[in-house]
Every structure is written in structure tokens, then in C-alpha cells.
Nanobody, 118 residues
């Protein structure tokens, strides 16, 4: 029943933009801090951005700071990642995660592919 579904990935040229969405169901989304992670084959998964449950606090990896914006709409059980000025090194599978805390488990989506290439 618990599900996180990412969408919005695709192929984009360097300098372009994409907006990723993560739609949650089966749990109380508004009670969880959420994050975007990304992973390239053969490399360690990287935390890209995080947002508090209310949306009031955000954080970003240095590699995306100033280019990406994380946001959420709790009424829609949805988290977003606006990605601007994309670079080839942003190419990865992007994953949505809801972080339980306080003894609760974490939930993960299955990812959406972002490819930045000319």
C-alpha cells in the first residue's frame, strides 16, 4: 500500500531544465521529512536535497546548490525537484525517499532516469 512514485525524468540537453515529482500514498506524507537522492551505476548514492515535513527547511548538496530547488505540497502528497542549468554530471537515477525517524521505517521510490546529454 505504501508507495512513492517518481516522474518527470527524461533526456535533456546541458543547460536545460526538468521538474521531478514524487507522489506518495499509503502513509501520512505530511508527517515525514523527504529527500531526493541520485545514483549513477558503480557510484555511491548521493543525497541531492532534503525538505522538512512542513516544507519550512531545505538543504542541498553542494553540487546542486543554486541550480536545484526542492519543494512539497502536502495537500497533494507530492514532493518536487526543480532542476535548472542541468549538467551531464547530473545524469543519474533520481529516487524519492520519505524518512521515518522516531522509530519509523523509511520509504523509497523506484526512481526516474535523468539523462543530460547533447
Amino acid at each position: 500500500q505504501v508507495q512513492l512514485v517518481e516522474s518527470g525524468g527524461g533526456l535533456v540537453q546541458p543547460g536545460g531544465s526538468l521538474r521531478l515529482s514524487c507522489v506518495a500514498s499509503g502513509f501520512t506524507f505530511s508527517g515525514y521529512a523527504t529527500r531526493w537522492h541520485r545514483q549513477v551505476p558503480g557510484k555511491e548514492r548521493e543525497l541531492v536535497a532534503g525538505i522538512s515535513s512542513s516544507g519550512g527547511i531545505t538543504s542541498y548538496a553542494d553540487s546542486v546548490k543554486g541550480r536545484f530547488t526542492i519543494s512539497r505540497d502536502n495537500a497533494k502528497n507530492t514532493m518536487y525537484l526543480q532542476m535548472n542549468n542541468l549538467r551531464p554530471e547530473d545524469t543519474a537515477v533520481y529516487y524519492c525517499a520519505a524518512i521515518g525517524g522516531r522509530g519509523r521505517g523509511d520509504y523509497w521510490g523506484q526512481g526516474t532516469q535523468v539523462t543530460v546529454s547533447s
